[in-house]
């Protein structure tokens, strides 16, 4: 027999509520943004964005698939498209001859180089700039305190060790 649900209260599902629509409506309108001004998906951006902060524009597919969430398989598709655009390129991982590295062109770094601006001034437009100051904080603890409880649920972490690594 299954237990009665936690039904919501009214001020929970106002802030879940907000959330979905906050979430949907500005997830949308900065991709299409960034589809408009640079011709780069989010997922595109993503991949970019994460070579262009590494040393030497590299990194592993199993990395940056971890890092977007998404599979192996998923990513490598994703990176055959990008590398027919000539964005990036990959190499065998002279480490591991399983493993790929995935490497930024000079193409791939201008595309996330122009990118980058137009980017950020939309996420100001639609985000940053319509909070206050203790809005953004309390906004990135609240964000770190669920990203937290979700990675520690799929490490097997619980309770008080939980909380204490959403804080790190």
Not at 75 to 81: G, T
Not at 83 to 91: D, I, K, M, P
Not at 112 to 139: K, M
């Amino acid at each position: 027999m299954n237990p009665e649900p936690r039904w919501l209260s009214d001020r929970e599902q106002r802030a879940w509520q907000a959330y979905r629509r906050m979430f949907l409506l500005l997830n949308a309108q900065v991709s299409r943004d960034l589809a408009r001004d640079s011709s780069l998906s989010d997922a595109d951006y993503d991949v970019l964005s994460n070579l262009g902060s590494r040393p030497e524009h590299r990194g592993r597919v199993s990395e940056i698939a971890d890092r977007m969430l998404w599979s192996r398989s998923r990513l490598s598709h994703h990176l055959a498209r990008m590398e027919q655009r000539g964005l990036l390129v990959r190499e065998e991982c002279a480490t591991d001859g399983r493993g790929a590295v995935v490497v930024l062109t000079e193409e791939g770094l201008r595309a996330i180089e122009d990118a980058a601006g137009p980017h950020v001034e939309s996420v100001r437009r639609y985000f940053i700039d319509l909070l206050t100051p203790e809005q953004i904080d309390a906004f990135a603890e609240i964000g770190e305190t669920v990203v937290g409880g979700l990675t520690a649920a799929d490490t097997g972490t619980s309770g008080p060790a939980k909380k204490k690594a959403a804080r790190r």
